[in-house]
């Protein structure tokens, strides 16, 4: 009885071919990732806005937060639930607000950080919503607008920046 084996040619063959479906599934895999990061990031973002459209109805402003001037135009409007400006917000202030409850569930006790470990900003009155308010992530590059764009500001065109001034 004759054994038949696989020639190097054929092996060669298939170990290609099986790389070329792992690149093609690792590739696949990478953009959902990155799909799922921006979408975390958005729900994070979805929530803190209802959280805040409902401080509004109750105290009729939004949360006035005075961004730390000395720090650098990166960090300046961080979200820090540490500060004494969000008491009202996470109703610790003397006086508990309608609800007697913070207005959104599980706040951190520091920051409130996106998918991708950055901490997402908020500045009100907005500069893009000026009846309204700003909020944004730095998104995947961690830095406001993009670096070949020559005015580094939050949602500057082709920025991976997640606004909530721009439609998804």
């Known amino acids: 009885m004759k054994h038949r084996y696989f020639t190097l040619m054929e092996l060669l063959v298939t170990i290609g071919l099986i790389?070329?479906?792992?690149?093609?599934?690792f590739g696949g895999m990478r953009y959902a990732s990155a799909r799922a990061d921006e979408a975390k990031t958005l729900a994070t973002m979805e929530e803190f806005m209802?959280?805040?459209?409902?401080?509004?109805?109750d105290y009729g402003y939004y949360p006035v937060v005075v961004p730390n001037p000395s720090a650098d135009e990166e960090s300046k409007y961080n979200i820090d639930f540490s500060k004494d400006d969000w008491k009202l917000f996470k109703n610790e202030a003397a006086k508990p607000n309608k609800r007697n409850k913070a207005y959104?569930?599980?706040i951190p006790a520091g920051t409130l950080n996106d998918a991708y470990g950055s901490v997402i900003q908020y500045r009100y009155p907005g500069t893009r919503n000026p009846a309204k308010y700003d909020v944004w992530s730095?998104?995947?590059d961690r830095k406001n607008g993009s670096a070949s764009v020559a005015n580094d500001t939050p949602g500057s065109d082709g920025s991976d920046d997640i606004c909530s001034w721009k439609q998804r």
């Open 19 to 25: 790389a070329i479906l792992a690149a093609i599934s």
């Open 50 to 57: 209802v959280a805040l459209e409902a401080f509004k109805e």
């Open 104 to 106: 959104m569930e599980n």
């Open 138 to 140: 730095k998104g995947m």
